[in-house]
């Protein structure tokens, strides 16, 4: 079993920013019809609610013979996206604001 997912950032974004750049990015996903515009809980891989796919999800996918994806979640807070796999490492460190997170075990 495994899962396939695509992180959108923008690194020179701070705090206060993201929630601003975050709202027209899934404007844009839900006017291009890739997603819907409300979140609902389930959808996502996370705790998250999430945008579920749109009726056009299949455009932003480049081999959707899988099925249906997730739904989108847009985060807005410092976040690691990695999947850990192979690393020896005990933390990771932000290159722009030298702030440390440990991983999981």
């Known amino acids: 079993m495994g899962s396939t997912f ?3 950032a923008d ?16 404007e844009w996903l839900v006017a291009e019809g890739i997603v819907l515009a409300g979140a609902e809980a389930g959808w996502g891989l996370s705790e998250k609610p999430a945008h579920p796919p749109g009726p056009d999800w299949h455009k932003a996918v480049a081999d959707p013979r899988h099925g249906s994806p997730e739904g989108v979640v847009p985060y807005t807070e410092h976040r690691i996206f ?7 490492a005990a933390a990771v460190e932000c290159p722009v604001c030298a702030e440390t997170a440990p991983l999981p075990a």
């Open 6 to 8: 695509q992180t959108i």
């Open 82 to 88: 990695d999947t850990w796999h192979g690393t020896s």
């Open 11 to 26: 690194v020179d974004a701070g705090p206060r920013d993201a929630p601003r750049l975050a709202a027209p990015v899934i």
